[in-house]
């Protein structure tokens, strides 16, 4: 009885030993790699260094002036556990975001206890600066208590600044977009602007040198080989080109 377990217990170890070397093996052979271009991207998680980088953002100004509040109230929700931007709404672990826009960075917000990384910053709140912080808190103060990563779409960001705005006794008017100062490329081969101008003038230059023949060099040299403009017959080589009667 007792061979008989200790072989039954033979062929299971001998089992999982095989099972287990084949898996080590299967792994090795089909071990996957990471593809370059990601099939979809995890919000929230940066790209490994060497990945693509992403598309340069435009001034803040540019989404801000296609803002949507509402949707803005909505990416706000991401916020709601730590702040609020109530009229008169309490401080939470976050301050209230009522007004915000205009007001002292680290000490408004009805003496909310900010962090001395954001109490070093100065300025007051701004477009910009406010844009930036939505982007990456830690980034822009370093050493700041809040722990939220950020938002990384600057769409997202200027919705939510469009929504803070209006929770305000006194909203701002929304920045226009900044006028576009790149300049269209001119075709393969074409002359700049500047380049046609200097050419142009070398060309008047030229032709204002090219000396005009007299009348004398004009009747003595072919009419396909005259320098410049004939000069107008006079009365008189009239008089003498017509065939005596």
Known sequence: ?????????????????????????????????????????????????GGEEAAAEQPIEVYLAKAD??????????????????????????????????????????????????????????????????????????????????LSKPEDRADVIAFLNQHSASPLPMPAAPAATATAAAPEGAASPEKAAAEGKDDAQKAGNVPVPTEAQAAKQPAGNIAGPAAPATSGQQAQQRPTK
């Open 69 to 150: 509040p509402a949707k803005g109230e909505q990416v706000f929700k991401k916020c709601a556990a730590c702040h609020n931007a109530d009229n008169g709404g309490p401080n939470a672990l976050g301050p209230n975001l009522w007004g915000v826009l205009g007001e002292s960075i680290g000490t408004g917000a009805n003496g909310f206890a900010f962090s001395d990384a954001l109490k070093g910053k100065g300025g007051t709140w701004n477009w910009d600066n406010l844009a930036q912080w939505l982007k990456n808190p830690k980034a822009f103060a370093p050493g700041t208590k809040m722990t939220f990563a950020g």
């Open 1 to 49: 009885m007792n061979d008989r377990g200790n072989t039954i217990a033979g062929w299971v170890l001998a089992g999982g030993i095989a099972a287990l070397g084949l898996s080590i093996v299967t792994g090795e052979y089909f071990h996957a790699e990471r593809p370059e271009t990601m099939g979809y991207t995890v919000e929230g998680v940066e790209a490994e260094a």
